[in-house]
């Protein structure tokens, strides 16, 4: 058994160091005709608000079955097991309804505003952010009177920015 006497044998065990630190170029891509159309798609602020209205009405109706199943009725000691699954069902039914309308209106709301100040500021940043969370808020709170709409336009404001600075976007 022969011991390793050259350089050679050596160099071929152990990669140098300044071949281990060198990244790996990859070559840039250019967006094909269907991806840059699929982007200008995205662009139109009707086509983005429609799909978040669609998305926060799955989301909401998802919320409403569950909660709604959580309902207890008031009476339940006294109704059958097949009265209880009646009461379950139509109070889910009716909470998966109210808040799939609720989450509807709120991402069509937000996302609209957000994509059209977003176009006329021709800036992707932070404030629209705020000035849509702040007329969601709003708009989703006027019902309840003036002193309500203010409090919902600076409480969805602050929970918009909170959520954008969790997830980043705007770097």
Not at 59 to 82: H, V
Not at 115 to 142: F, I, P, Q, W, Y
């Amino acid at each position: 058994m022969a011991a390793p006497n050259s350089e050679n044998e050596l160099k071929t065990e152990v990669p140098s160091s300044h071949e281990a630190e060198q990244p790996q170029i990859q070559a840039i891509r250019m967006p094909s005709m269907e991806e840059i159309r699929a982007q200008e798609v995205w662009n139109n602020c009707a086509v983005r608000s429609v799909a978040s209205g669609v998305m926060g009405g799955g989301l909401g109706f998802m919320m409403g079955m569950f909660l709604g199943a959580l309902d207890n009725p008031i009476m339940q000691d006294q109704m059958t097991g097949k009265q209880q699954l009646l009461y379950n069902l139509k109070q889910m039914g009716s909470r998966s309804w109210s808040s799939a309308k609720t989450f509807a209106v709120m991402g069509v709301v937000f996302s609209a505003v957000e994509c059209v100040v977003e176009k006329a500021r021709a800036k992707h940043d932070t404030t629209n952010t705020v000035v849509a969370g702040c007329v969601t808020g709003g708009t989703m709170s006027a019902k309840a009177g003036p002193k309500a709409a203010c409090v919902g336009c600076v409480g969805f404001a602050a929970f918009s920015v909170a959520i954008e600075k969790f997830f980043d976007r705007h770097t």
